[in-house]
């Protein structure tokens, strides 16, 4: 992080800033004395604008009193969660290759993680469900996905969001999904489309939690404000734990969160386009190269290239940083599955993309 020069693909965020009208929002939010604690489970206007916005995205009906907690973030609300439902000793199912907070929540809360790698099938990740019956125990507590997928960019089809749903009540489990990306999709109808959440087929008895977060769709990144949907014994419990956390999320943050989610589609839009450009940008400059197999991504903003013998993607990664000055993330870094790979976030603007991706064809060229 301290090499000069270098063009940074490796983080999981955009540089573009905050959109004006958020940050207008927060500082209009202290000049009217959005400044105090709040109720531990965020603002009441918060969580209603949740609550509306659920309904309008994806028709599904929440009790903003009930089923909605406003939380420090989005690994706030997977923390959070996640120590909500699991007891020392417990197990956790993971899909993987995954953001690793997940896993590391899990062994904060005492718990073992089993890694369930998504297999691939061709040109398209899968899930391997006879191997998450193989993986149960008596201890199994509950089973945590993402999708759209960090690293993968992997979406969940309409069956696999059933089969995960049947096999958490079959098993009696917690299903938690991590859906912060939701709002990057490239395979709907048209852009700006939501990929469908799985509290669309979940009833709200299930033993469900979703997390989200403003990071990913509104360049929030710093702000640190999520939020967490659950069954309603699940809220009331976050909502004790958290305040021996951090009490509640900031309070001029939740507010400009709300503007988001009122305001926000139109900046939406300009980014989806824009990303969705760098994405095929990327598949364009990888496709063909020899050795190189890319699932093309339907959503978030990564691309999770496999090279054919590659077996140290950390000494890839550092090889390629110290030659081309080209930083990437190691597949390694996203557990089961993951060694073989490497991530590329396309998030980042055109004049570094275009020749970080140049640099980093080449590389590959050359080392064929
Ligand atoms: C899959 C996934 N979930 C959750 C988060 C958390 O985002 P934040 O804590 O910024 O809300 C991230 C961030 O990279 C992520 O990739």
């Known amino acids: 992080m301290s ?13 573009l800033p ?58 706030q609300a997977l923390n959070l969660g996640i120590r909500a439902v699991l007891d020392p000793g417990d197990d956790a199912l993971v ?5 690793p907070n997940g896993s590391s929540s899990i062994m904060m809360a005492n718990a073992n993680v089993l890694q369930i790698a998504h297999p691939l099938c061709g040109q398209r990740y899968a899930i391997d469900f006879a191997a998450l019956e193989a993986a149960v125990t008596p201890r199994t507590r509950m089973l945590l996905y993402t999708s759209p997928s960090n690293p993968l960019g992997w979406v969940a089809t309409d069956a696999e969001q059933q089969g995960l749903l049947d096999f958490a009540r079959r098993h009696n489990l917690w299903l938690i ?8 999709y490239y395979a709907g109808s048209r852009l700006g489309e939501p990929v469908p959440s799985i509290l669309r087929k979940a009833t709200r008895d299930d033993a469900m939690i979703v997390i989200h977060s403003f990071s990913k769709s509104y360049c929030m990144t710093g702000w640190r404000v999520g939020w967490l949907i659950g069954r309603r014994d699940l809220i009331a419990k976050a909502t004790q734990l958290i305040e021996f ?7 001029f943050g939740q507010k400009a969160g709300e ?44 691309l999770f290239p496999r ?47 275009e020749p970080a991706m140049e640099r980093l064809t080449r590389f590959l060229r050359a080392g064929v």
């Open 95 to 99: 899909l993987t290759p995954a953001w």
């Open 18 to 75: 905050t959109p004006e009208y958020i940050k207008e929002a927060a500082i209009r939010a202290m000049h009217d004395g959005f400044t105090f604690y709040t109720e531990n489970a965020g603002l009441p206007s918060t969580r209603r604008a949740l609550a509306d916005h659920y309904r309008a995205m994806q028709s599904v009906e929440l009790d903003p009193a009930s089923e909605i907690i406003v939380t420090a973030s989005g690994v």
């Open 307 to 353: 090279l054919a013998g590659l077996t140290d993607s950390f000494g890839f990664c550092r090889d390629l940083l110290m030659e081309t000055r080209v930083g990437l993330a190691p597949g390694v870094a996203f557990g089961e599955g993951g060694e073989g790979s490497f991530r590329i976030c396309y998030a980042a603007e055109m004049s570094i993309l």
């Open 177 to 184: 999904a991590d859906e912060v990306y939701d709002r990057l």
């Open 245 to 251: 956390v951090v009490s509640h999320a900031p309070t």
């Open 259 to 302: 503007a988001a989610l009122t305001r926000g589609e139109d900046e939406l839009g300009r980014m989806l386009e824009r990303l969705k450009q760098n994405r095929d940008l990327c598949l364009e400059a990888l496709r063909g190269l020899p050795g190189v197999t890319v699932p093309k991504p339907d959503g978030a903003f990564y």
């Open 3 to 15: 090499m000069d020069g270098v063009l940074r693909l490796y983080f999981g965020e955009s540089n």
